[in-house]
């Protein structure tokens, strides 16, 4: 054995900050505001990033402390992105979409002691807070602080009257690459959400990934529209790809419905967009009403959930060329992306390789795992549930009292992904069904375990079992199969009223169907892919309860 003579080197956010604040002036981050866009270059970055940490710090975060943010993609975001990690304390993203319940046990759970807000949310975080004695400090950006009805027990500030005179230079601590620097909850499993937390080095080394050729790709000239959350595992990593690689990121605050999106498309220009299919999907509705050049984009990646086949051709049509990536929070998120292989000309040919999920990077090994936990070939045609490793994959869930590596989800050290899926010879994934009993509609999560249960609360409620189905809009939408005590009352619409107050909006079901028993497994579970499968044959007397 001989001993390497390179440096350690750590692999630390603040590197990014300052790398991207020396290197690249002529680029930034620049938000939409509903009618123009505010720019701010990385050197400004890099100062409210150090102010922000003075700021920070002056509330009392330290080391490993926890700041959460729950805001829209935007500058200040960017700002709390590159200043939390860097000065040794942990961004924690808190999912706008989140019941009220998740939010509280997500909160508590990470013990947030500082929430940064949007003050067009605030009143919303206000709710959720009263019931957090954790939470100190909340600091409204984008607003007034009085956006923020302080609950006994929290001091608001104004963002940028916090920040304004600290200095803009912060003495960076030094960092173990392998420290906590971002954490974010799952509702993609079963039971409470999940925290996933990221190192400096497993998002150093992510980012290198998004920005490589079998990655995304990027570069200092592009400049990247990205509508894929910063609350959902980091914006796919792209608010560090951007200080590594020196792009322009293109934000687009709350302004998420098509319309808006495409005018803010028509004033930057973007070269690059990442979102999942349901944005999409409302684009293209959008452009065939009113056309509009968005061949700026010479690449659109998208993931989170499958892309349809007819959507890769649509956006071909545009001039706008859909990339297909699979992932996960639990991935940072960049597991698989499609990138036809070398020496494929033939259109029908690079086409079948589109749709796919994609090829792993050489950081990323997966093997398919079938039901007596055997590995599967990669055929093309067997199928077995993904398991993956890697620096970026993790490797367990966050509990107060220490990372917790549950069996059901990690298997000889390997994630278990909950995707059913295939592998060609050639390396290209192609996922074909889930084993985790939730639902993704428009890129967040039911899960159908507890909208039954609280479907069930009803006591006109016999049985009710939820199954994900397909929908063009939504990608998937949750389908009620119901036994109700009496013909009576087999009432969808009201049904879906009792429902209205106990679970966020865009989780109530529309679709609803009523049985005399609900197909059950030899063991008595509900059997859902009978049910699914049932469905799709259009065996059920579906009502639409929104009529
Ligand atoms: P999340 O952790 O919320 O980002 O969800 C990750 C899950 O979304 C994966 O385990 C898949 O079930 C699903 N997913 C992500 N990307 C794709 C894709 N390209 N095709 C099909 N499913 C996907």
Redesign the pocket.
């Known amino acids: 054995m001989i001993a390497s003579t390179m440096q350690p080197g750590e692999l630390t956010i603040a590197r990014l900050v300052e790398y991207s604040r020396r290197t690249f002036p002529e680029t930034g981050v620049t938000t939409w505001t509903g009618s123009e866009l505010r720019p701010i270059s990385f050197p400004e970055l890099g100062d409210r990033t150090a102010q922000l940490a003075h700021a920070l710090a002056k509330l009392g975060i330290g080391r490993g402390d926890r700041v959460a943010t729950f805001m829209w993609n935007n500058n200040e975001h960017q700002v709390a992105y590159g200043a939390v990690p860097s000065m040794g304390a942990v961004l924690h993203t808190l999912n706008l979409r989140l019941s009220p319940e998740q939010a509280v046990y997500i909160i508590k759970h990470a013990d947030d002691k500082v929430i940064i807000v949007d003050a067009s949310i605030a009143p919303m975080l206000a709710q959720y807070v009263k019931a957090t004695p954790n939470v100190k400090h909340v600091i409204v950006a984008n607003g007034p602080a009085s956006a923020f009805e302080a609950p006994e027990g929290i001091t608001v500030h104004s963002f940028d009257e916090l920040i304004a005179g600290e200095p803009t230079v912060y003495d960076w601590p030094e960092i173990d690459e392998r420290d906590a620097a971002v954490m974010c909850y ?3 499993t079963t039971g409470d959400p999940k925290g996933v937390v990221y190192s400096h080095r497993s998002i150093w080394l992510h980012s290198m990934q998004v920005c490589s050729a079998s990655g995304m790709g990027l570069g200092n000239k592009d400049s990247v529209l990205a509508i894929v959350p910063m609350f ?2 980091m914006s796919w990593g792209l608010p560090y790809a951007a200080m590594m690689a020196g792009l322009t990121l293109v934000m687009p605050d709350r302004f998420l419905q098509p319309e808006p999106l495409l005018a803010m498309m028509a004033a930057a220009r973007p070269t690059f967009a990442a979102a999942v299919p349901t944005i999409w999907q409302g684009v293209a509705a959008q452009l065939k009403a009113a056309p509009q050049d968005i061949s700026h984009l010479r690449e659109v990646v ?6 349809p086949p007819s959507m890769i051709k649509q956006f071909d049509e545009f001039g706008a060329p859909i990339t ?7 991935t940072s ?1 960049l597991g698989s992306v499609s990138r036809p292989p070398f020496g494929v000309e033939d259109p029908d040919q690079e086409f079948a390789y589109r749709v796919t ?1 994609g090829r792993f990077p050489a950081a990323v090994q997966a093997r398919l795992i079938d039901d007596d936990g055997n590995e599967v070939a990669w055929d093309g045609e067997s199928a077995g549930e993904l398991e993956v490793r890697g620096p970026w994959i993790t490797g367990a869930y966050y509990s107060p009292d220490g990372p917790v590596s549950d069996p059901a989800k990690f298997h000889d050290g390997w994630l278990r ?3 059913v899926a295939s592998i060609s010879p050639d390396g290209f994934m192609t ?1 074909v069904d ?1 084993t ?1 009993d939730l639902i ?1 509609t428009g ?3 039911i899960s159908s375990v507890e909208l039954e249960n609280t479907i069930m609360s009803n006591p006109v409620v016999t049985e009710a079992a939820v199954v994900a189905v397909p929908d063009e809009k939504w990608d998937e939408r949750p389908f009620v199969l119901a036994v109700v005590a009496d013909e009576a009352q087999a009432d969808a619409a009201k049904l879906r009223e009792h429902l209205a107050g106990l679970v966020p909006r865009w989780q109530l079901p529309e679709r609803w169907a009523f049985v005399t028993e609900v197909p059950k497994t030899s063991v008595g579970k509900f059997d859902k892919k009978r049910i699914r499968a049932e469905y799709a044959d259009a065996a059920y007397d579906v009502v639409d309860a929104r009529d």
């Open positions: 799952t509702s993609g959902h595992v998208v993931g989170g959930a499958a892309v297909h990536a699979w992932g996960m929070t639990e998120p999920q992904t909950g995707d996922i889930r985790k993704k890129g967040e999560w």
